[in-house]
């Protein structure tokens, strides 16, 4: 019996930390798929993503990489010969949604970030005038 975490080519556990790396709101839906896979075989894995514009990926992760195998959640009928180094790198090529729910995070972000330190200077500058 293989152990699930922290061996060698567990993609069971890769495809989770992939999917947590997804931040949220970036995606309406992500999650491993509980009828495609098996816990004994670990050297593959199922995601199953929805978009922001309600557009269904069923994800393959194997060793070759990120592949897309179906366009609706635990469909794998639908193989894609296109594989990618990350999840993220997929989901650019696949979903403009994707891409624009990254931009738009990445923007509040940076906008956040921009108030905070405009904050700290104007605090900055208060104290240097007392």
Do not use: W
Request: glycine share 4%; hydrophobic share 30%; charged share 25%.
């Amino acid at each position: 019996m293989n152990k699930i975490s922290g061996e060698q080519g567990d993609f069971l556990a890769e495809a989770q930390l992939a999917l947590d790396d997804l931040g949220d709101g970036i995606v309406a839906v992500k999650t491993l798929s509980s009828r495609l896979n098996n816990p004994e075989d670990i050297s593959k894995a199922y995601l199953n993503i929805k978009s922001n514009a309600d557009v269904e990926f069923c994800i393959e992760l194997t060793q070759e990489g990120y592949r897309v195998v179906g366009y609706h959640f635990d469909d794998n009928s639908q193989s894609s010969t296109n594989y990618y180094e990350s999840l993220q790198a997929l989901l650019t090529n696949e979903s403009k949604s994707y891409v624009d729910s990254f931009a738009r995070s990445l923007q509040q972000k940076l906008f956040a970030a921009q108030t905070k330190l405009q904050q700290n200077q104007d605090k900055d500058d208060d104290e240097y005038i007392q």
